[in-house]
């Protein structure tokens, strides 16, 4: 490959930066002798250089292209294999230990620059974040709102498909026509034609109804056999379809998995939601709302059962049902403690239906609720 009886037969790919040629550089291959460094073009000129006073620099974009520079030439050699740092290292010994050791240095002094000028960046972000919490809740929540409402429906039908339901599953025709006749009642008033519902009866004692996001609800056992009259029930539900509207679980997500997840979701990262939906969503938990989103739940069923013709007095009317019955937060209501207490919630809704109900020409449900309860 070259006269020198001194080369050593490892080959390196690469080229020569050479100002006499229009492009600047040219391809070569490149061998260590004991004298230096030898490229060879591909039209056969040799360029050498010596160990002694060479010059060695790494750049490119990346920082893999190590060169070669003679003290006082214009010529250079390149090379952007992983081990051609290693064959100067070992071929050329004390010549040009001082430049390797100089190149090492520069390499740790800039990854440590990088390093502190993220983690300054990262501090600044974490105490910005922590000064003003509502600014990244409020983020979050934009960027939930701009998901596509798939997300919604593939997280609540992995959960609904892998949460311990809570009892059995009845499967009674006339007490799920009864839910059935509620639901699509209501349904029949949203405008948004991307949410669906589907439901399941869980024969459970708790007082209790749920849905997860994408419109998957569960009604308990405990809430048909507590409630008077249909109405009652299908104010709960409207209330849990109000929690499905305004993508609630979804926000209880995103806001639960943390400052650094919730950057990467800001940054378009849909997929950690759907990773850790499951852990969130238990039946022990499910209900898990802020107060301000039972509030806000609250005041859309009623006025989700004002447009359907539904009683929505039967909502506060169930509330103090249940106060009278239980008191403030009962062990069988255990969900409640952290929603708004019966007599803030009563009031707030009967305060809303005077308001936007001028007339209370109600149209009944039409469900037989005695044989209904009675088949439970």
């Known amino acids: ?28 291959r490149i061998h260590a002798t004991p004298t230096g460094i030898v490229a060879r073009a591909e ?11 060479m010059r060695i620099e790494r750049g490119g974009a990346s920082g893999d292209v190590v060169s070669c520079h003679a003290p006082h030439g214009r010529a250079a050699i390149f090379s952007e294999e992983p081990e051609f740092l290693r064959e100067l290292e070992s071929i ?29 960046v990262l501090v600044l972000l974490v105490l910005v974040l922590g000064a003003i919490p509502r600014v990244f809740r409020k983020s979050i929540d934009g960027v939930v709102s701009a998901l596509p409402y798939s997300v919604d ?26 839910i ?56 709960v539900l409207a209330h849990e379809i109000a929690h499905v509207m305004h993508r609630d679980g979804l926000r209880r997500i995103a806001h639960s998995i943390g400052v650094w997840v919730g950057i990467e979701l800001i940054l378009g990262d849909a997929e950690g939601l759907q990773a850790i939906a499951k852990k969130l969503f238990t039946l022990a938990t499910v209900n898990d709302y802020s107060q301000d989103q039972e509030r806000e739940a609250d ?4 006025r989700l059962m004002i447009a359907a013709r539904l009683d ?8 103090e049902l249940l106060e009278r019955k239980y008191g403030d937060v009962p062990d069988p209501l255990s969900w409640l403690s952290t929603h708004p207490l ?35």
């Open 153 to 178: 429906e593939a997280i609540g039908k992995a959960v609904s498909e892998t949460m311990e339901p809570g009892g059995k599953e009845v499967e009674d025709e006339q007490v799920r026509a009864a």
């Open 342 to 376: 019966y007599g803030e919630r009563v009031s707030a809704i009967e305060t809303q239906v005077d308001e936007l109900a001028s007339e209370e020409s109600w149209e009944p449900l039409g469900v037989d609720w005695a044989t209904v309860r009675g088949r439970l």
């Open 43 to 53: 039209d056969g000129e040799e360029v050498r250089i010596a160990w002694q006073g």
């Open 180 to 235: 059935q006749v509620m639901i699509d009642r209501l349904a029949a008033q949203l405008e948004d034609e991307h949410l669906s519902f589907e439901f399941r009866v869980i024969e459970n004692d708790q007082v209790n109804a749920f849905a997860l996001p994408g419109g998957y609800i569960t009604v308990f056992t405990g809430l048909i056999l507590e409630a008077e009259r249909p109405e009652q029930v299908a104010g």
């Open 312 to 319: 929505p007095h039967a909502l506060a009317e169930f509330f």
């Open 92 to 120: 050329g010994g004390n010549e040009v230990s001082d430049e390797l050791a100089r190149l090492a240095g520069e390499r740790i002094a800039t990854r440590r620059g990088h390093a502190i000028r993220w983690s300054i």
């Open 299 to 302: 005041a859309e069923g009623v």
């Open 1 to 28: 490959m070259t006269d020198d009886p001194y080369a050593r037969e490892r080959e390196f790919g690469g080229g020569i930066f050479d100002s006499s040629v229009a492009s600047g550089r040219r391809q070569a």
